[in-house]
């Protein structure tokens, strides 16, 4: 069976230009937009996959929660983020309605996955409190449990947020978790812009080539050790960069939990582009990754 990996628009958020793409110019905080003017604002898209593969349909992330419509009640459920990320969420475009659109609800996904805790990806989980499965990194919870400044757990009371454990050595870190055990979907832990940050490769049926020219090709970190895999796939970078400027150029995100841990893993998905098996970074925020279904 194919792999359909379809990219959901769920909004935008508006931000300091300085948030997603750090240059060594910016002054210390400049990603907050504090005394800064609206020329440095930019609007960039909130996206989620949904994914149907042999096991099933997996989302990864949930956007922005309908309330968000509302400029009081978001500015009561931003709390003290609301100055620096504001939620832009048109009528039809929260998660739910999306998979409403498709004939699907939530208690019909198999799996969601987050890619971490961040309002613009765990926002919308309260609309997915009927799927039977929520899970996200260990780390990245563990860290939602102590820091009340960069997360807001009220954005999933009433859903039962799981963890998973890493039991794989892949990217940067050599550590992430293979959902299924068979290589179709693997969280990979990219620290740096959140503890239990995750990327996603996700392979299709495609298998490339594989010969030795080929293989010379291939990136570290990609494959297990002694489990090297020939099929295609995407790498879903969530926040490790925001979009092109993040991998043509080098900028880390200007949020951060360890710098050093962040130009780490944008270091490596900037390799992983260029292995031949690699179909495309997808980016949550990149403008240029449009909506719309991919199958491979």
Known sequence: MSTSLTVLRTG?????????????????LAWTHAGRSRRHLIEAPVSCYLIENRHGLTLIDSGWHAGNRDRAWQVAN????????????????????????????????????????????????????????VLVSAPELSAASRDRLRYLPHEWKGVDVGTFLW????GPFGAGWDVFGDGDLVMVHVPGHAWGL????????????????????????????????????????????????????????????????????????????SDPRCLGLMANHDPEVRPGARVF
């Open 12 to 28: 935008t958020v508006v931000v300091d230009e300085a948030l997603p793409y750090h240059r060594a110019t910016d002054r210390p």
């Open 78 to 133: 931003l709390r003290q983020q609301y100055p620096v990320n504001k939620a832009v969420l048109p009528d039809g475009e929260a998660i739910h309605e999306q998979l409403e659109e498709r004939g699907l609800r939530p208690q019909d996904l198999d799996l969601v996955l987050l890619s971490h805790l961040h309002c613009d990806h765990a926002d919308g989980l309260r609309h997915l409190a009927g799927a039977p499965r």
């Open 167 to 170: 039991d794989t050595q892949v």
């Open 198 to 273: 995750c990327a996603t490769l996700v392979r299709g049926d495609v298998t490339t080539e594989g010969d030795d020219a080929e293989r010379a090709g291939w990136v570290g970190g990609v494959d297990a050790p002694g489990r090297e895999d020939p099929r295609a796939f995407h790498l879903l970078t969530s926040d490790v960069g925001y979009g092109r400027p993040s991998f043509d150029e080098g900028l880390r995100p200007g949020v951060v939990v360890d710098a050093g841990l962040a130009e780490h893993s944008l270091a490596w998905v900037r390799a992983v582009e």
